[in-house]
């Protein structure tokens, strides 16, 4: 009974489904009512009865219905044989269950269960092995998709053309256009149909056509921007696809976004939180963002664009938050050149990417080198002797912290020749300003100078940039020529000379003004 039950749900499935054409669902209900049939047949015919078996006694009342002969001794012999009859005779009993088993080994058991209707189902299971043999072999190639279908895989229906591969995606964006490929086999038709619902209930239909350029036998249709779900069939030549499914959503964008600047370790900035629509930063700072999207991601990234906005100089991963997928976050780094914006860049769990996202604008500013000033001596070239001390004063300043101050000083200097450096120490916490002044033995100086020689020296500040550093501030050069002792005292003279005449200007200068000053506060008045 199962079998035949099993053969009839399968030959009529096939049948139905090649003629037909059925959707998934009706396959499926066709499984569903075949094969709870087959096993209702095997459990109420098969496995019940066998779990129901007849006692001896039920059994021997079977034989002796069946075969008269036996007239009662059967189920005498049964029954005493049991101790049953507590009375009889054990000789007698010994005797009846022999002469009971004598005349049973002379006997045909086969009347005691009928078996007509087991041969009855037998043949009926075999004409149907047989039709859906048959059947099977007449369909050829096309029995076994037919076969798969009824259990459920989801390829088409067999037919004279063969619709082989279905190149189309299942997702899309809203506004995007949709493109459909179909490879053919066997029997190629001269067009094909695309049958278009939408979900607001909208048909359409839509020529396929071959594409000349592709190798096998290609029919292609493109429908530009798509605007809502929709669900499709191909039909081409005998042969029609299952309906599928297509899913138009929107792209992926941002709810929020949360920025702060990391500014590099050597300046010993803390993090700064950053508005998006004002990002000037320091050269080789990072960006960090944490940003909320509108849909569930896959994977994004953070980048920085050129001024052209299609150029993109950096790019770094998003992180995504496992227990949101919503939420992601990620560090990128702001290189010193080329840098014009900063933009983001998703793909949803569905493989749509985000397009024509916000470009914030970036400004980039370079970490100026270092300046530094001499206050004094204010001479470009000083007279000194030989065992003279000079007092230098100087002033350095960097925006983040002057790292190194040193005095560079070479004997009869020329242009690229070698000269000598004395560190100057400043501590060692990176001060934004330093004002110092500094007496340089020149006495000291090895080999010692000697007069008519000239000194050139100039400082050298030096910042903390380990990125694109360090920047050096120079000051120019200045000399200092070794004289004798009364060439010095000559120089003195001279400058005190030429100091005493700037204040006796300044003397002049200020008595012609209180002159004039009182020639106007006297001055009578003009007649009208």
């Given amino acids: 009974m199962m079998v035949t039950g099993l053969c009839a749900w399968l030959a009529t499935e096939t049948v139905t489904d090649f003629l037909a054409n059925l959707p998934w669902l009706g396959r499926l209900a066709f499984l569903v009512v075949g094969g709870g049939g087959a096993l209702f047949l095997l459990v109420w015919f098969g496995i019940r009865p066998w779990r129901r078996q007849l006692g001896d006694e039920a059994v021997a009342l079977m034989i002796e219905r ?14 005493l044989a049991k101790g049953q009859d507590a009375g009889a005779s054990p000789v007698l009993i010994k005797a009846l269950v022999a002469e009971t088993t004598a005349m049973a080994a002379t006997m045909d058991f086969s009347a005691v269960v009928d078996q007509r209707r087991m041969r009855r189902w037998l043949k009926i299971a075999l004409g149907a092995l047989v039709v859906v043999a048959v059947l099977g072999t007449l369909g050829k190639d096309k029995t076994e998709p037919l076969v798969r279908r009824a259990l459920l895989f989801r390829i088409p229906v067999p037919r004279k053309t063969a619709i082989r591969e279905v190149i189309a995606p299942r997702v ?25 619902k939408s979900a607001s ?13 592709a190798a096998a036998a290609t029919f292609v249709r493109s429908l530009q921007s798509m605007q809502e779900p929709f669900e499709y069939r191909l039909q081409l030549g005998d042969a029609e696809t299952d309906p599928v499914k297509v899913n138009v959503k929107p792209r992926p964008g941002v709810v929020s976004v949360e920025c702060r600047q990391l500014f590099p370790a050597y300046t010993h900035l803390p993090p700064q939180r950053r508005p998006l629509g004002d990002l000037k930063v320091l050269a080789w700072s990072r960006l960090a963002l944490k940003v909320r999207t509108t ?8 980048r920085v664009v050129g001024a052209d906005h299609e150029k993109v100089i950096e790019s ?44 914030y604008p970036l400004i980039v500013l370079p970490d100026e080198p270092p300046t530094i000033n001499i206050l004094w001596p204010d001479r470009r070239e000083e007279l000194l002797t030989r065992e003279a001390t000079m007092l230098i004063a100087f002033e350095a300043k960097d ?13 009869d200097w020329v242009e690229g020749a070698p000269f000598k450096t004395i560190d100057l120490d400043i501590g ?7 004002n110092r002044r500094f007496k340089w033995r020149v006495g000291q100086l090895t080999p010692h100078v000697e007069e008519g020689s000239v000194i050139d020296y100039w400082f050298e500040v030096l910042d903390a940039n380990d990125f694109s550093g360090p920047g050096i501030g120079k000051t120019e050069h200045m000399q200092a020529r070794i004289v004798s002792d009364s060439e010095k005292r000559a120089d003195l003279a001279s400058r005190l000379s030429d100091t005493m005449e700037g204040l006796n200007g300044v003397k002049n200068g200020q008595e012609h003004v209180n002159v004039q000053l009182g020639e106007i506060i006297f001055e009578k008045p003009k007649a009208k």
């Fill in 316 to 359: 770094a991963p998003l992180a995504i938050d496992p227990a949101d997928r919503t939420k992601l976050s990620g560090e990128v780094a702001i290189p010193a050149k080329d840098a014009a914006g900063l933009t983001l860049y998703f793909v949803d769990e569905d493989g749509i990417e985000s397009r024509a996202a916000a470009i």
């Fill in 295 to 302: 849909a569930t991601m896959k994977s994004g990234a953070l």
């Fill in 66 to 79: 069946a075969l008269p002969a036996f007239r009662s001794r059967f189920i005498a012999a049964v029954q």
């Fill in 428 to 434: 060692s916490d990176l001060p934004k300003e330093v």
């Fill in 399 to 411: 925006d983040y912290g002057v790292a190194r101050l040193r005095l560079n000083y070479a004997v």
């Fill in 201 to 213: 209930g909208r048909r359409q239909e839509f020529e396929l056509t071959r594409d000349p350029g």
């Fill in 172 to 196: 899309i964006a809203v506004g995007d256009p949709w493109h459909v490929a179909v490879v053919v086999g066997g029997i190629v038709p001269q067009e094909g149909r695309l049958v278009v």
